[in-house]
């Protein structure tokens, strides 16, 4: 299955480099990333070979149809840099067709979600690395996906600094038990300051209360220091007779400074949960990232992170919370071409 998969990935990658002149709208690009990471939760330690942005290779391709219109597509998949092995699936981080004109853009397929899309807006470390396993949890409230399926994804034109985006997934079933998902967001920027929101409502494939989840975030660029800060909220709609539904909230707090030949970055999120720790997604959390990005060129940048836990660890086999710290350091290198 993964030999078939291999083949068929190195003749999607040659016939794209081997496009005839008349098709040359087409881009292979990618990153990689990888990188060395110490973990320790109460005297255990873990190392590994990890990322810190998730290595990933992808093709884009725009096509010009005359009075301002454009064909596009995407294709992006994801690869684990310790193994060479590819994720979830060949094309499981973009897969999606549509057009672009003066009017917006319009694709369908699978892609990113618009909530989840925003947090690198916030996050100065993208919700990625040994600080992205925590903070990552506190974003999504619980609730929100990374990558959303059969979709249809509406972008507005940007208006007088404002960006508007709409999303519907549809549920694919056939007997109605499931529900199709939707979200909108929107990015206000005016001058050295940035507004965010977005609301989200995921789809589900099976019946069940479906849940809901939306944030408000801000950002401000003071000279060389970025600032930005996001309240989060996320509410399981599971209450029943006997027990009150599971509401989530979250913030997150950010600070990245250029400095040197590179960026410091500072981060702390939190989560708490009104019913208190039910699984890995559902805890308490409170996180604290620090790190510095050594950019060596336009496309190579060296990178080291710091990350405290201080609210204890799930356990998935005993289905049980232990109290305790977890703390680490990962350093690695980046590349994108």
């Known amino acids: 299955m993964r030999k078939t998969a291999a083949r068929t990935l190195i003749a999607v990658a040659i016939s794209a480099a081997s496009v ?24 255990d330690t873990l190392t590994a070979i990890r990322e810190n942005r998730t290595a990933r290779w992808g093709m884009r391709g725009v096509e010009k149809l005359g009075n301002g219109l454009e064909a596009i597509f995407r294709l992006e998949g994801e690869i684990d840099m310790g193994t060479g092995q590819y994720g ?15 009017w917006g853009t319009a694709r369908m397929g699978q892609t990113k979600d618009l909530f989840d899309d925003l947090s690198e ?38 208006m007088s600094g404002l960006s508007l985006k709409g999303q519907y997934s549809m549920d694919e079933t056939a007997d109605g038990t499931g529900n199709p998902g939707w979200s909108v967001s929107g990015m206000w920027d005016w001058k050295d300051l940035g507004v965010y929101a977005a609301y989200d409502r995921p789809t589900l494939t099976s019946a069940g209360p479906q849940p809901s989840a939306w944030f408000v975030g801000a950002s401000y660029q003071l000279g060389p220091v970025r600032l930005s800060g996001s309240y989060n909220s996320g509410d399981l709609n599971d209450g ?15 600070v990245a400074w250029n400095v040197g030949p590179g960026v410091a970055k500072l981060a702390y999120s939190s989560m708490d949960s009104s019913v208190g720790n039910k699984n890995a997604s559902i805890r308490d959390l409170s996180a604290w990232g620090i790190g510095y ?37 990962q350093l690695g290198i980046t590349h994108l071409f």
Do not use: C, H
């Not at 699936?89 to 057009?99: D, E, K, N």
């Not at 470390?125 to 399926?149: E, H, L, M, Q, T």
């Not at 029943?240 to 950010?254: I, R, W």
């Open 293 to 329: 990005d050594y950019v060596l060129s336009r496309r190579t940048t060296l990178y080291i992170i710091g990350m405290l836990e201080t609210e204890g660890q799930y356990n998935s086999t005993t289905k049980k919370f232990v109290t305790g710290n977890s703390n680490g350091i």
């Open 20 to 43: 005839p002149a008349f098709a040359q709208g087409i881009t292979l690009y990618g990153i990689a990333d990888v990188g060395v990471a110490a973990t320790n939760f109460d005297g």
């Open 240 to 254: 029943t007779a006997k027990t009150s539904a599971t509401d989530l909230t979250s913030y997150t707090l950010g």
């Open 121 to 158: 807006e916030i996050d100065p470390f993208r919700n990625d690395g040994i600080f992205g396993d925590f903070s990552k949890r506190a974003w999504r409230v619980g609730i929100v996906k990374s990558r959303v399926s059969n979709s249809v994804t509406y972008e507005a034109p940007k």
């Open 88 to 102: 979830d699936g060949l094309f499981y981080r973009q897969a999606w067709a549509g057009f672009r004109g003066a």
